[in-house]
């Protein structure tokens, strides 16, 4: 594939397709048929390099997020960041979710508890966001994943990645990303 071309041909698959890089697909709310959301940011340029100030290289505060009307019967929201170009497999860096159903935009460095919601431990084994970090020289994607959904969730206090999924999957209406790259 062309370079050029391959960021642009990825991120409008997930757009259309709501794609999720490595991992299982998190499953649809039972009978829906999953919704498309618009995400931007006013901090990360979509298809673009992620500012140095998200980044483990700067100050490492999230970035502000902001997505489009959802399903009317959306009860909350959850946010997964993850780069699927580690060299392990898929690295989660943010994992919040139970973010009320009203809030269409989280500010930068914001903890989505201080909004109602939850956070889950990331891949660093750390609760809330860390920014990208590649290893030196590697330029890797990242996508910041926004999922509507029909109920908020139990889990137990700070879970991992494959918990938050589990409690996820069965609750999607819709969903929606924004791509970014990072390299030192």
């Known amino acids: 594939m062309n370079p050029r071309f391959g960021l642009p041909l990825a991120i409008l698959a997930c757009t259309t397709h709501g794609c999720?890089?490595?991992?299982?697909?998190?499953?649809?709310?039972?009978?829906?048929?999953?919704?498309?959301?618009?995400?931007?940011?006013?901090?990360?340029?979509s298809s673009q390099a992620i500012p140095v100030?998200?980044?483990?290289?700067?100050?490492?505060?999230?970035?502000?997020?902001?997505?489009s009307a959802p399903p009317p019967e959306?009860?909350?929201?959850?946010?997964?960041a993850e780069d699927p170009d580690a060299p392990g497999g898929l690295f989660t860096h943010w994992i919040a979710y139970n973010i009320p159903g009203d809030v269409r935009q989280l500010p930068e460095a914001t903890d989505p508890?201080?909004?109602?919601?939850a956070v889950g431990n990331n891949d660093f084994n750390r609760p809330g966001y860390s920014g990208p970090c590649p290893p030196k020289g590697e330029l890797h994607r990242y996508y910041f994943r926004v999922f509507a959904l029909n109920a908020t969730v139990d889990t137990k206090p700070g879970p991992m990645r494959a918990a938050v999924d589990e409690a996820l999957s069965g609750h999607v209406l819709a969903r929606g990303a924004l791509v970014g790259t990072f390299s030192h």
């Open 113 to 117: 508890v201080a909004l109602g919601g």
């Open 74 to 80: 959306t009860k909350a929201f959850a946010i997964l």
């Open 53 to 67: 100030d998200f980044t483990c290289d700067g100050a490492d505060r999230s970035p502000q997020l902001a997505w």
């Open 20 to 45: 999720r890089s490595g991992g299982g697909e998190l499953s649809p709310a039972p009978g829906v048929r999953l919704s498309s959301l618009a995400v931007t940011s006013s901090s990360i340029p």
